[in-house]
């Protein structure tokens, strides 16, 4: 049990660090634009600037993250420890790190984009933690 939810701790700490990270990149990337407002993004920027990759990188981790979190939160309050739950900890943390590269690195409306692949193994992952909950409910 201990190297199963090692996984799984390794995993979280993965997500926060990421999510730190992002944070810290937007903020940083936003600051040194020409007139920045702090808290405020330019609304005639798209996908061709880096600004609006960054600040979208982490407002999907804020949309996406809290629900992967609190599922794992509840499969460790409930016992669950199997193997595949530290796989799939560590997929999400895997997917949003990957998600996070490709999106600062190509500018594209295209959709699916490459970086669409690593959001649907985070949702797929998100999805079996619940599976795995609801089947140790039973």
């Not at 730190?20 to 407002?37: G, H, R, S, Y």
């Not at 460790?76 to 739950?85: A, N, P, R, V």
């Not at 560590?90 to 490709?102: D, K, P, Q």
């Not at 500018?107 to 970086?115: D, G, I, L, Q, W």
């Amino acid at each position: 049990m201990a190297s199963q939810l090692s996984l799984v701790y390794l995993g979280l700490w993965l997500i926060l660090v990421t999510w730190l990270v992002q944070w810290a990149v937007a903020a940083a990337v936003k600051a040194k634009q020409p007139n920045a407002v702090p808290g405020k993004v330019p609304e005639n920027i798209s996908h061709e600037s880096l600004v609006f990759r960054t600040h979208r990188t982490f407002m999907n981790t804020l949309e996406n993250a809290p629900m992967f979190l609190a599922s794992v939160f509840v499969a460790l309050f409930i016992g669950i420890d199997s193997e595949w739950f530290g796989y799939w900890v560590m997929l999400f943390a895997i997917a949003r790190i990957v998600h996070m590269v490709l999106y600062y690195a190509i500018a594209t409306e295209k959709n699916p984009s490459p970086r669409s692949w690593f959001f649907v193994l985070g949702a797929i992952a998100n999805v079996a933690v619940l599976v795995q909950i609801a089947l140790a409910l039973m």
